[in-house]
């Protein structure tokens, strides 16, 4: 059978970047294939210097990365066209109208001006601005910034958009409106998002896959499913009972040799076969607890971080 997998559209193997004695990153492989994947790590984990090597702004040291299938290095120019980025930073020229602003980031990438100014006012309508449009940036709030930075990353219509830190400042029912808006400009218009955060929640919100970095190298990366599952052992179980009997439960799982720790009401129990579910279901009925639920174990995302950092 032909496979079906898709192409990557960036894939990293050991990449490496130094700058004199420090060290930015020391082993970087992941593939990111298409749809919102999160690049996750802590602040100075080398997110940023990670996505400024996918648009050719930094050359690797070692190792090999390509985007859409080329070398970002040697063949930025073309890869830029077809990239959309929006930074970390707040920074943008204060008396610039935000339309004239997108318009120009637009025609850089290569667009007619004509058609760059339409695309500049759909894209500011887009994401929430058209009344908003032509306000000079140094008026706006910090929310409508970030917005501005979407627009211009999206109005040449590129393959893939890169958000550096995109809810940065921003209050959390900003941050939600941001997080939906992102996916739904994913969704209906077909282009891939790569999110760079050091926010477990909205990274775990919004995103299909994960690259997770952490002093300079590859954690993890996958789809969150995978990922979620493939760490995941033992079972959960939840009972009818006070926090004295669920107690108690534990502590008679734990006399049969097995490990047992409550958890917010539950109890979860080590172990990898299907004998630790008997071993839940028996000890219940011993202790003449009913059982809620009795399932296999699920992580968050912030488990796998922290079994993967260690």
Known sequence: MPNSRPVPLVSARNVSKSYGSHVALSDVTFDIEPGITGVLGANG?????????????????????????????????????????????????????ASDFVQHVAELHGLPKVEAATR?????????????????????????????????????????????????????VQRDAMLDLIRDVANRFGISVILS?????????ICDGVVIIGEGRTLASGLLTDLMNADA????????????????????????????????????IEGTDDSVFDLARDACADAGLGIVRLSRRSLSLEDVFLERLG
């Open 233 to 268: 052992t033992g079972v959960v179980v939840e009972v009818d009972a006070d926090d004295r009997a669920i107690a108690g439960l534990a502590e008679r799982l734990r006399s049969f040799g097995v490990d047992a720790t409550v958890q917010q009401r539950k109890i979860v």
């Open 197 to 205: 955060s050091h926010l477990l929640e909205e990274v775990e919100q």
């Open 45 to 97: 984990a080398g997110k940023t210097t990670m996505l400024g090597m996918i648009i050719g702004l930094h050359r690797a040291d070692g190792g090999t990365l390509e985007v859409l299938g080329n070398d970002p290095w040697s063949a930025g120019s073309d890869v830029r066209m077809r990239l959309g980025y929006a930074p970390e930073h707040h920074t943008l020229p204060p008396t610039m109208k």
């Open 120 to 172: 500049s006012s759909d894209a500011l309508w887009l994401v929430g601005l058209g009344e908003e449009r032509f306000r000079p940036m140094g008026t706006m709030s910090t929310g409508q910034r970030q917005r501005v930075k979407l627009a211009q990353a999206i109005a040449h219509d590129p393959a893939i958009v890169m958000l550096d830190e995109p809810t940065d400042g921003l209050d959390p």
